[in-house]
């Protein structure tokens, strides 16, 4: 059964190490991080963009494949099922589906709309035992092909949005998503120890984990990062395998092309990814 993230991202706080939150596209996708979470017994987030879903077919389709998997596959940890950068509409379509787990990002509303909204939120996800994910200041990554530096959240605005309830904030601190450009900053750790001040024990949200420097991840998780999304990085790793699958000429040798063996390399790299990012998180044996 899919679980709020409340509990395991409190858990997660007080004993310092972060849980994963794995971006789905697929079944493939969806298997791999479970088996993996299962494995090493691991609480573990599955995140979802609106465009995912909308890939997927829909919210629906994301729920019923998770919950029949959660059932077939007999996975006991933690699971939360959780919309990523959800618009308001989004949000509201994921409450509906039966996601446990529910991100809003009104990081580009002015500060006063992303209160009002995130409210009420919080009322709805407060009533369904739902978790609810904000984010103040805008991170970073490629729109347009333009890649933006992630700005850094003002505190007392973070303060503001952890006031109203919410279960777990992200806030800017120089992280951005996709590939990290040559001349990136690194994470700013005086915008997150500001933060952490701010809030007290709210879990932060790291997004843009794919190439933030393992020491960076590690100091992060001590200041008081709780979830840490993934997301590029299981792409890049799948991507990786099936091409050299398929370089390999490995698709034309007897029934090489049957999509369950054209698409294992691949998922066998999505689950390698997931549980190098669990040990590197603290997040084994943690379920
Ligand atoms: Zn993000």
Redesign the pocket.
Same mark, same amino acid.
């Given at each position: 059964m899919l679980v709020s993230a409340k509990e395991m991202l409190t858990k997660a706080r007080e004993g310092h190490y972060a849980v994963g939150q794995f971006n789905i596209n697929n079944l493939e996708w969806t298997k791999a991080v479970l088996l993996t979470a299962q494995e090493l017994n691991s609480p573990v987030i599955l995140g979802v963009s609106e465009g995912a879903g909308k890939y997927m077919t829909g919210f629906k389709t994301v729920v019923g494949m998770v919950n029949g998997m959660l059932e077939e596959l007999n996975i006991t940890v933690p699971v939360a099922l959780h919309l990523? @950068?959800g618009t308001f509409e989004g949000c509201c379509k994921c409450i509906e589906a039966g996601f446990s787990s529910i991100m809003f990002d009104g990081s580009h509303y002015p500060i006063e709309e992303n209160i009002e909204k995130t409210k009420e939120l919080v009322a709805v996800c407060a009533e369904k035992g739902m978790s609810l994910e904000a984010e103040v200041g805008s991170?970073g990554g490629e729109e347009d092909g333009v890649v933006g530096m992630g700005e850094c959240a003002d505190p007392n605005e973070c303060k503001a949005i952890a006031d109203l309830g919410v279960t777990m904030l992200?806030a800017g601190i120089g992280n951005i @998503?996709g590939k990290y450009p040559e001349n990136w900053k690194g994470l700013s750790f005086e915008t997150l120890e500001a933060v952490k001040e701010k809030t007290g024990d709210m879990p932060l949200v790291l @997004?843009?984990g794919t190439g933030i420097p393992e020491d960076m991840i590690k100091k992060a998780i001590s200041l008081g990062v709780a979830k840490i999304?993934v997301n590029t990085e299981c792409q890049l790793a799948f991507a990786d395998a099936t091409r050299k699958y398929i370089e390999a000429g490995k698709d034309l040798q007897g029934k090489g092309y049957d999509p369950r063996k054209l698409l294992a390399p691949g998922f066998e790299a999505i689950k390698a990814t997931v549980k190098e990012k669990m040990e590197l998180f603290g997040s084994v044996n943690k379920a």
């Open positions: 990523d @950068h991170i992200a @998503h @997004h843009g999304n």
